[in-house]
């Protein structure tokens, strides 16, 4: 699999204009959006926006703070971390689509001056050693067979001291999951590990791992949730995944809650910093 079959799996050429139908029907002037309103669509990951603060509740931010967002996506972390914790954003993503509505989107809430997106590769970012304070990464690691290699690119980018919150999907059965699934259309795009080989290739990298903490519970929760909405409507929420990954998305959770009730993967959460 190359990166350039990853881009394809998630390009979208009508992100800003999908996302701008979404906000005319949720009754969102766009000139008064807010981060908290694009929340539902650019949070890519199991649970949203309560995970990513889950992810993040025990960081220690500062207004000096420098953070690099891997796999930024359309910017949503990103943007949640420059508004919320008021610190300076790099992010970085395959698909050129996502950054560049990701752009439009920072403008949008006035933060273009706190965030920078770029299209480029994890295992390969231009960028000068020891620069960053943090890195986060939510739900990017299923897509990246070498995580040794993007370990180590992210121990070179943080200073001494600097935390790696991760939060990724993560194996918990050998059994095949059925695809598709939001991360991959097929098993040749979908590297999934355990827990272990995420702790071994940190470890490996220079890293000490400070927590672990499977959050299985909270996405049959999550998904749940997500189940009984779609049987008392009549359509899709006004904003929400749909308007970034399209019609596919109903198939794709499906299987994807499906592995996570089989007890096949499991969202996991990994902080570690580096020695």
């Given at each position: 699999?190359?990166s350039n ?16 139908l979404g ?19 650019d949070?890519f ?14 960081l ?12 930024c996506?359309?910017?949503?972390t ?9 610190t300076?954003?790099s ?7 996502y950054v560049?509505a ?13 965030i ?12 000068e ?28 980018l ?15 059965d ?5 695809f ?14 355990p827990i272990?080989?995420?702790k ?12 672990t ?18 049987k ?9 995944l749909?308007l ?17 009730f ?14």
């Open positions: 699999m190359t079959q990853v881009a394809s799996h998630y390009s979208n050429t009508r992100i800003v204009d999908s996302i701008l906000l005319e029907r949720a009754g969102i002037e766009r000139a008064s959006v807010s981060v908290d309103d694009l929340g539902p669509v949070e990951h199991t649970g949203g926006r309560i995970a990513t603060e889950h992810l993040l509740k025990d220690q931010f500062d207004t000096h703070k420098k953070t690099l967002d891997i796999g996506g359309i910017g949503g990103s943007r949640f971390l420059a508004n919320r914790f008021d300076t954003v992010g970085i993503d395959l698909t050129s689509e560049e990701g752009i439009i989107l920072n403008q949008w809430v006035s933060l273009e001056d706190r920078t997106l770029q299209c480029g590769d994890a295992n390969n970012i231009l960028s050693n020891e620069v960053f304070d943090l890195a986060v990464m939510l739900h990017v690691g299923m897509n990246i067979s070498d995580k040794a290699a993007l370990f180590s690119e992210v121990a070179r943080l200073k001494r001291g600097g935390e790696f919150a991760i939060y990724d999907v993560m194996k918990k050998e059994a095949q999951i059925q598709p699934v939001p991360w991959a259309s097929n098993e040749s795009m979908s590297f999934v590990e272990e080989h995420y071994h290739c940190l470890e490996g990298a220079g890293f000490s791992i400070e927590k903490e499977g959050r299985g519970e909270f996405a049959k929760s999550f998904f749940r949730k997500m189940q009984e909405s779609a008392s409507s009549d359509g899709p929420p006004a904003m929400g749909h970034l990954i399209g019609p596919s998305i109903k198939e794709k959770m499906q299987n994807f809650a499906q592995a996570v089989d007890g096949l993967v499991e969202p996991t959460e990994i902080i570690a910093r580096k020695l």
